[in-house]
């Protein structure tokens, strides 16, 4: 099931806002604890029978290795024995969550690189990754960590299952910490239906659905497109296409975050924030403080701080860098080019933290130097991080490193003429219509061609000011909306929800 999709809307939405709300206002908190599980697994149920059964195994004995945690803390008193015990509990819950993520994620892809390198030809397996497992896999090796370090207890069963259950987030995230969400489900004043959270959270999801159905949907048609022609585009459609991708990434993702950020809050629940404006950023490091921000803090806590973190010296620190974005990119998915991407992401950010340029008026850390060699305005800098970012995504988005290096060629050397009118031509929407009639009784040459242009264009600057102005989450702290904004919010949900009749999936869906 998806956030936009009419059965969410319609129909799993009520359902679940009247059966949590109902159960709590008559104290019944057990059985609308069980409630929230069973529709999260409902929700969740919608992607597949399979993928259900591999989600609610992994929670088991996740939750198994706690309570093997738990018993071995109270039986064995000799604290260094228990020191050892809690290690290899901890490195066997690890082992377990990574093994079922090389499994269904990056088994076909290792056994495919056996077979480049020995000539094996070993049968690939076809394995279908299950959705979200990227997301609740590192939210229990968090867990298990935690447990076995003694910084989160051993929740009882039903509070556990809720956290890592929870439908908002179970799909493409927030990486969350359990004690987060359970802290939070055990507070009674939660429970009670609150008029000014729920607002909030409504517009929240309004601009988030928007913001996928509106403008990441009809942009991913350019975009899919472009990539599917690679060998064929020019110069200028290259980049109106990476425009279009960094675009329809920026909103497919950001529309997810306002989503479910927006229907948590309305059943009374802050998940953590997962996106805040990414492309106002003027580094690539602030950037990753912006975009997937708790897949950032899940490396940084468990992997960067225990590599050595900063404490080992200015190379070691930059090596460890370079080790989380490799990381990162080979989370993101199985592939070389998601690799290239990373690095490349990793790359940048040791750039900006040997202090090569800075910021003017920005108070900023360096490994080599106190203040940067140049200093240039936050407007440069934003510029250039985007342009570099928006680069690195021809890794990100490419099917293998022949079409990364085919798109690299017609970005930066030029040529022409090539596929603009048909990469444009994608973007046949509903609300061209008419303007498509009018031009055909006048007799416009070419006026197909001029229309798509056109609303292309009138994507991409509709797109740039979305992006510079107030983000939802802004937006949605202004509970003393005007008459007129609730008008526009209005036509919003009205417009996304008619647009609804092709639903499409997040980009995220895959990782």
């Known amino acids: 099931m998806l956030f936009n999709s009419f059965e969410f809307i319609l129909l799993f939405m009520p359902i679940m806002l009247i059966g949590w709300y109902g159960l709590n206002k008559i104290k019944k908190y057990k059985i609308a604890d069980i409630f929230l599980i069973i529709m999260s697994l409902i929700f969740y149920m919608g992607f597949g029978l399979q993928f259900t059964v591999v989600l609610i195994v992994s929670v088991?004995?996740?939750?198994?290795?706690?309570?093997?945690?738990?018993?071995?803390?109270?039986?064995?008193?000799?604290?260094?024995?228990?020191?050892?015990?809690?290690?290899?509990?901890?490195?066997?819950?690890?082992?377990?969550?990574?093994?079922?993520?090389?499994?269904?994620?990056?088994?076909?892809?290792?056994?495919?690189?056996?077979n480049n390198v020995t000539g094996l030809g070993i049968e690939l397996l076809g394995i279908v990754m299950p959705i979200g497992i990227s997301f609740y896999s590192f939210q229990q090796i968090a867990f298990i960590c935690d447990r076995a370090n003694g910084e989160q207890p051993h929740y009882n069963m039903i509070s556990y299952f809720m956290?890592?259950?929870?439908?908002?987030?179970?799909?493409?995230?927030?990486?969350?910490?359990?004690?987060?969400?359970?802290?939070?489900?055990?507070?009674?004043?939660?429970?009670?239906?609150?008029?000014?959270?729920?607002?909030?959270?409504?517009?929240?999801?309004?601009?988030?659905?928007?913001?996928?159905?509106?403008?990441?949907?009809?942009?991913?048609?350019?975009?899919?497109?472009?990539?599917?022609?690679?060998?064929?585009?020019?110069?200028?459609?290259?980049?109106?296409?990476?425009?279009?991708?960094?675009?329809?990434?920026?909103?497919?993702?950001?529309?997810?975050?306002?989503?479910?950020?927006?229907?948590?809050?309305?059943?009374?629940?802050?998940?953590?924030?997962?996106?805040?404006?990414?492309?106002?950023?003027?580094?690539?490091?602030?950037?990753?403080?912006?975009?997937?921000?708790?897949?950032?803090?899940?490396?940084?806590?468990?992997?960067?701080?225990?590599?050595?973190?900063?404490?080992?010296?200015?190379?070691?620190?930059?090596?460890?860098?370079?080790?989380?974005?490799?990381?990162?990119?080979?989370w993101h998915g199985a592939g070389w080019t998601y690799m290239a991407w990373?690095?490349?992401?990793?790359?940048?950010?040791?750039?900006?933290?040997?202090?090569?340029?800075?910021?003017?008026?920005?108070e900023q850390k360096f490994l080599f130097r106190k203040k940067a060699l140049v200093q240039i305005p936050r407007w440069l800098g934003q510029i250039g991080t985007n342009f570099w970012f928006i680069v690195s995504l021809i890794f990100f988005r490419s099917q293998d490193m022949a079409y990364a290096a085919g798109m690299f060629k017609r970005f930066f050397f030029w040529t022409w003429p090539g596929f603009f009118y048909r990469t444009a031509g994608q973007l046949d929407i509903p609300e061209n219509y008419l303007i498509k009639q009018a031009a055909s009784i006048l007799g416009i040459q070419n006026a197909d061609n001029i229309i798509f242009t056109v609303?292309?264009?009138?994507?991409?600057?509709?797109?740039?000011?979305?992006?510079?102005?107030?983000?939802?989450r802004e937006i949605a702290n202004e509970v003393s909306l005007s008459k007129l904004q609730i008008a526009g919010l209005s036509i919003l949900f009205v417009w996304s929800f008619i647009s609804m009749s092709q639903v499409s999936t997040f980009i995220y869906f895959a990782y």
């Not at 088994?107 to 495919?112: K, V």
């Not at 991409?460 to 939802?472: E, G």
């Open 342 to 362: 990373g690095l490349m992401q990793g790359i940048l950010v040791c750039i900006d933290n040997i202090g090569i340029f800075g910021i003017k008026g920005q």
């Open 163 to 330: 956290s890592v259950f929870y439908f908002p987030k179970i799909i493409q995230g927030p990486i969350t910490y359990c004690q987060e969400l359970i802290e939070q489900f055990d507070d009674k004043a939660k429970r009670t239906f609150n008029s000014e959270n729920f607002n909030k959270g409504m517009i929240l999801f309004v601009i988030g659905l928007s913001k996928k159905v509106l403008l990441a949907d009809n942009l991913s048609k350019v975009a899919d497109y472009g990539f599917k022609y690679t060998y064929y585009m020019d110069t200028v459609t290259v980049i109106v296409l990476m425009l279009s991708y960094a675009f329809q990434l920026y909103f497919d993702f950001s529309g997810y975050c306002d989503m479910a950020e927006g229907v948590s809050q309305m059943l009374g629940i802050k998940i953590p924030g997962n996106f805040n404006s990414p492309y106002k950023a003027a580094s690539i490091k602030e950037l990753w403080q912006r975009w997937h921000i708790t897949l950032s803090r899940f490396f940084i806590r468990y992997v960067y701080i225990p590599l050595g973190g900063s404490r080992k010296g200015k190379t070691r620190t930059l090596i460890n860098v370079l080790i989380i974005f490799i990381l990162s990119g080979l």
């Open 60 to 114: 088991i004995i996740n939750y198994i290795i706690s309570l093997i945690i738990k018993n071995s803390i109270e039986k064995e008193k000799d604290i260094q024995k228990l020191s050892k015990r809690k290690m290899t509990i901890k490195i066997i819950g690890i082992l377990f969550n990574l093994g079922i993520l090389f499994y269904f994620k990056y088994l076909d892809f290792f056994i495919e690189n056996v």
């Open 455 to 472: 609303t292309l264009l009138i994507f991409l600057i509709i797109s740039i000011f979305v992006i510079t102005r107030k983000n939802a």
